[in-house]
């Protein structure tokens, strides 16, 4: 599609959005005869913007718990099987319990497999730590996707949430373990304490929290449109705690809402249940009783605002177009859609500044250059040339991470930049690129005797300028070259 004929197409599609938009707006605002509709509308807006506040909040203690996981695990001592998990981790992980990360509120609690583990606690024998045992091996056999995987409870310390990361790793003889990392996280009350609000946490147990004498605490939550756990003596074994409180609620119609009461109050309540994503529900209690009757409010002057905004928006959805539109052109090669070498000059001071830090443990550079390319182009042409670019390009990206960025630096010349990764890892993905290559059959039908490349693996120095970089994967490269092509060429250790 032409720009100019893209830009029409956006533009038309702005106007149609707003003419239904706009008409959407103006029966809504005919049906809003009445001032209670709007404050029910004002109330779950407040609703929800504090729903996503506090989600956000636990989604960045999530961040910060990957981040502190994976820096207690990097120096995690090569185990050699699943079965010497007693003998070669139990050490390390009570040493590593008894230092500076006891202080950061982070527990190493769990090593191993479903079959064979050690755990924190194995001495104790309370019942619940028989039962967060328990959890552990059942969060080990879930044997989620992820590399990374996190629960979060709330724990029987006052006013904590506990936040599990689960990391997958594996023994030297190729055997899947996981360690679980559990980090205390303090929970700020005053967050949770919003005039008109009532908060109420339903946790994967299924047992209702709130706060009582500002404490999280448990409670009995009586209604009959939710199925909650109310057996004291399994709220006491999770959470370590009897409920401190009961409520009941019952429910009233009242034209097109229904108010909520608490048992022995007489303010009417409007409920929200959001999903977090941290698996727990929340209910959000909010006082509704503002909501009055009366009479039809302006209308008008709500649609103007509304349009307004939605003309802000178009034009704003415009600029965007075309802010991503040259951002396209400028850090993206147009023949095969990697990323180019503008981009890499723009971006890569933050890498090298959290290299330098100790914040990224390695940075490596894999060189990759077409063998013979100027005969492929001198022979078929150079279409051709240019569809061996572009099947170079889509098997770089199948074969990489998406931490793992794949420039084209120039004609035949690529470059791939790893971050975090070792140099064993680089040689790996670069032979395995290599025998893709090589085995491709893609561009058969162009080039019926295929194509090589010859890649060079080299690792940055701390506070090495990442040009020297570049010029020893280089110096690589050619290595492999004069070496007879088709090969990865890297520094030995």
């Not at 636990?58 to 050699?80: F, I, T």
């Not at 690129?433 to 701390?462: W, Y």
Request: charged fraction near 25%.
């Amino acid at each position: 599609m032409k720009f100019s004929s893209k830009v029409t197409v956006i533009r038309t599609w702005v106007v149609i959005a707003i003419g239904i938009l706009g008409a959407v707006c103006v029966d809504v605002a005919i049906e809003l005869s009445s001032e209670s509709t709007k404050q029910a509308y004002l109330i779950e807006h407040e609703a929800d913007l504090l729903a996503k506040r506090l989600d956000d909040r636990v989604h960045l203690d999530v961040k910060r718990v990957r981040q502190k996981s994976e820096l207690v695990l990097a120096d995690l001592p090569l185990l050699e099987s699943t079965a010497d998990i007693q003998a070669q981790l139990l050490p390390w992980m009570t040493r590593k319990n008894s230092q500076s990360q006891l202080a950061l509120g982070v527990e190493i609690v769990f090593i191993g497999t479903a079959t064979n583990y050690i755990h924190a606690h194995e001495t104790d024998s309370d019942e619940r730590w028989a039962y967060q045992l328990d959890r552990y091996l059942s969060w080990v056999e879930a044997d989620y996707e992820q590399d990374f995987h996190w629960e979060a409870l709330f724990t029987d310390q006052s006013n904590h949430l506990g936040i599990y990361a689960l990391m997958k790793q594996q023994s030297e003889a190729g055997e899947l373990f996981h360690v679980i990392v559990r980090v205390d996280t303090p929970v700020n009350i005053q967050q949770y304490q919003v005039p008109g609000q009532k908060i109420v946490f339903i946790e994967s147990n299924n047992i209702a929290i709130s706060i009582q004498d500002q404490l999280l605490q448990p409670m009995l939550l009586e209604y009959q449109g939710l199925t909650l756990n109310s057996d004291m003596a399994e709220i006491k074994k999770h959470l370590n705690y009897n409920p401190a409180e009961t409520l009941s609620l019952h429910s009233e119609a009242d034209g097109q809402f229904e108010y909520l009461y608490f048992e022995g109050n007489h303010i009417p309540y409007l409920m929200f249940e959001y999903r977090l994503r941290t698996g727990m529900r929340m209910l959000l209690f909010s006082d509704a009783s503002m909501i009055e009757y009366q009479f039809e409010v302006e209308v008008e002057e709500g649609l103007s605002s509304i349009l307004m905004t939605l003309v802000s928006l178009a034009v704003l959805s415009l600029l965007l177009h075309y802010h991503f539109k040259v951002q396209s052109l400028i850090h993206i090669d147009p023949l095969t859609g990697l990323l180019n070498r503008g981009h890499f000059v723009a971006n890569i001071e933050g890498m090298l500044e959290l290299h330098n830090r100790g914040r990224v443990s390695d940075i490596g550079v894999i060189a990759i250059d077409i063998d013979k390319f100027k005969s492929i182009n001198d022979t078929y042409g150079h279409g051709v040339g240019d569809e061996v670019l572009k099947a170079l390009a889509t098997m770089m990206k199948n074969e990489t991470r998406k931490s793992e960025l794949v420039y084209r630096f120039g004609g035949e010349e690529f470059i791939i930049l790893c971050g975090g990764e070792s140099q064993d890892s680089l040689v790996k993905l670069a032979e395995r690129l290599r025998h893709v290559v090589e085995t491709q059959d893609v561009c058969k039908d162009i080039l019926p005797n295929g194509f090589t490349i010859s890649l060079g693996v080299a690792m940055r120095e701390v506070d090495e300028p990442i040009e020297r970089t570049l010029t020893r994967a280089d110096d690589l490269l050619y290595k492999a070259k004069e070496g007879g092509r088709n090969q990865v060429q890297f520094e030995p250790v």
